[in-house]
C-alpha cells in the first residue's frame, strides 16, 4: 500500500522566516509528487514534480524530489501571514486498482505570526 | 473555465432526507473524483470516475451513490446519512492522457451537516 509521510505536522513562524516543509512516499511504480496548500476549502494545487533533482518555482514557494531517497521538500521564504494554511503533499497511484488514486500525506499546518 | 465549481456550498440535512451534490467542470477533463474530508484531516478518497465510467469505489457505503451523466458533471446522491458523515466533500477532476497521471484540481467543496 502505498504510503505518505509529512513532517513537521504543525509548524509556528513569524513573518519574514523562512520554513521547509518536509514530504516522504514509499509507492509502487512511482510517477509524480503533488504538493497543495489548503485555507479554509478546497486543496489548491501548487507544483508537480516528476523529475528529480529539477527545483520547481513559484514566487516565495519552491518544491525539489530526490527520488533516489524518496522524498521532497517545500520551501516558503519570507513567509507572510497568507501562507498560513495545511500544506498537503500527495502521490497518485498508478497501475492495476490504485490508478487514479492520490495518497496524502496527514498535511503540515503552517502558522504565520504577524 | 479553468475552475471545478461545486453546488451547493453548505447543505444541512436530516437522517431521512435525499439530496445530491453536484460538481462541474469545462476544462475538458475525464477524470473526476469525489474526497470525503473531516477536520484537520487530509481528503479521503471516495470514488473515481474516468471516460465517464465508475474505476474506483474506495468500500463506500451505499448511502453515497455517485452519478456521471456526462463528461463535465458528477453527482453524489444521498440517502439515509448518518451524522459521522458530517464533513467537507470535495469534487476534483484532472487530465488523463493515457497511462500517464496528472494533477487533480478541486472544487470549493459542500460542506455537509446530517442532523
Known amino acids: 500500500e502505498d504510503k505518505v509521510v509529512q513532517s513537521p505536522l504543525s509548524l509556528v513562524v513569524h513573518e519574514g522566516d523562512t520554513v521547509t516543509l518536509n514530504c516522504s512516499y514509499e509507492v509502487t511504480n512511482f510517477r509524480s509528487l503533488l504538493w497543495y496548500k489548503q485555507e479554509k476549502k478546497a486543496p489548491t494545487f501548487l507544483f508537480m514534480l516528476t523529475s528529480s533533482g529539477i527545483e520547481k518555482k513559484s514566487g516565495r514557494l519552491s518544491s525539489i524530489l530526490d527520488k533516489k531517497e524518496l522524498f521532497s521538500i517545500l520551501n516558503i521564504t519570507a513567509t507572510q501571514t497568507g501562507d498560513s494554511a495545511i500544506y498537503l503533499c500527495?502521490?497518485?497511484?498508478?497501475?492495476?486498482?490504485?490508478?487514479?488514486?492520490?495518497?496524502f500525506g496527514q498535511g503540515t499546518i503552517l502558522t504565520v505570526h504577524p | 473555465d479553468t475552475e471545478v465549481t461545486q453546488t451547493p456550498k453548505h447543505l444541512v440535512m436530516g437522517m431521512t432526507n435525499k439530496k445530491s451534490l453536484k460538481c462541474e467542470q469545462h476544462m475538458g477533463h475525464r477524470a473526476m473524483y469525489w474526497y470525503k474530508q473531516k477536520a484537520k484531516k487530509p481528503p479521503e478518497l471516495m470514488f473515481v470516475y474516468s471516460y465517464e465510467k465508475l474505476s474506483i469505489n474506495e468500500s463506500v457505503p451505499s448511502r453515497f451513490s455517485p452519478e456521471c451523466p456526462n463528461s463535465s458533471l458528477l453527482n453524489l446522491h444521498l440517502h439515509a446519512l448518518q451524522p459521522e458523515d458530517s464533513a467537507l466533500y470535495l469534487c476534483a477532476s484532472s487530465p488523463k492522457s493515457g497511462q500517464l497521471y496528472n494533477e487533480q484540481f478541486f472544487g470549493p467543496g459542500t460542506r455537509l451537516t446530517v442532523l
Open positions: 500527495a502521490v497518485p497511484g498508478a497501475g492495476g486498482t490504485s490508478y487514479g488514486k492520490l495518497t
